[in-house]
């Protein structure tokens, strides 16, 4: 099993030593999320919410940095560590900025950025942007294929139901090819149907090892042969008891990576990852490969 490490909702300072914390103690990776902009009253129900209410639902005065350049701070501090965006909400971008700032991304944190997508779930953002929350999945897929002309097609052109891009020139090209992996989240037959088809990964928050089983299952049966298999991760609650039997129920679900998050204030994140990473072993495999 690998960890990861959720980075949300540290203040600017903390990403960084947390981040380089992380990669020191064995850590593979560290998560961090987006939102564009939070409407103060709003209908939308949190998907992710926990019914015990232990866990604290969405609000509009969460911080949330814009992830394309945090990750790029944070990759200028780093050198193993990967980078993912979990995730980022692709209908509310128009694909031209997008794809340079994930191009730039990837180039500069030497292929290190997994491209986490979601197609989003809070209208009331959408209707704030005025992108058509019921047109969300559509475009997302639609913004997917003109990314990979734009990053793999020396004069790329596109035709499509949302974007119309005459023969263009952008450069330069991301260095993963033909795109940064992708990392589809959500559990709906929508988002399982675009792990299946154009995934390298899944990412689910929240879910249990049982139900994680079930949807690795339909991931598998819906995955064509031949193409690689899809790597899986699961993004752990803040204060979940995270122990060796829990660790072994979701590697026997399928699961790849656990993200973590084994604090509740920043300030004890670094000593709570020391804890973490010396109770699950976390670096060990790295410290035998150095030996």
């Not at 139900?211 to 899809?230: C, F």
Request: proline share 8%.
């Amino acid at each position: 099993m690998r960890f990861g490490v959720g980075l949300f909702p540290l203040r600017p300072t903390q990403l960084v030593e947390v981040a380089c914390a992380a990669e020191q103690l064995g850590f593979d990776s560290v998560f961090l999320g987006e939102h564009v902009i939070s409407p103060v009253v709003m209908s939308s129900t949190y998907p992710y919410a926990r019914s015990d209410g232990d866990a604290p639902a969405y609000h509009s005065g969460l911080p949330f940095y814009d992830p394309y350049a945090a990750l790029s701070f944070i990759a200028a501090r780093t050198s193993r560590i990967r980078l993912c965006l979990s995730l980022s909400i692709v209908p509310l971008h128009d694909p031209y900025h997008l794809a340079r700032s994930v191009a730039t991304l990837d180039l500069l944190s030497e292929q290190r950025f997994l491209f986490g997508v979601g197609a989003g779930w809070l209208k009331e953002e959408f209707d704030i942007i005025g992108v058509p929350f019921a047109d969300r999945g559509a475009r997302l897929d639609e913004t997917l294929d003109l990314l990979e002309v734009l990053w793999t097609e020396p004069e790329p052109e596109f035709r499509g139901r949302f974007f119309t891009l005459p023969r263009s020139m952008m450069e330069p090209k991301p260095a993963s090819q033909p795109h940064p992996p992708y990392v589809f989240g959500g559990t709906t037959k929508n988002a399982i149907r675009r792990t299946a088809a154009r995934g390298d990964g899944w990412y689910g928050v929240g879910v249990d090892a049982s139900e994680t089983a079930a949807l690795v299952d339909q991931i598998r049966s819906l995955r064509s042969s031949g193409l690689p298999r899809v790597e899986i991760t699961v993004g752990l609650a803040p204060d979940a008891n995270v122990h060796e039997e829990l660790v072994a129920a979701y590697a026997d679900a399928g699961v790849d990576r656990l993200v973590v998050r084994p604090w509740r204030k920043g300030r004890d994140a670094v000593p709570a990852l020391e804890r973490f990473a010396a109770a699950l072993g976390v670096g060990a495999e790295r410290a035998r490969e150095r030996r």
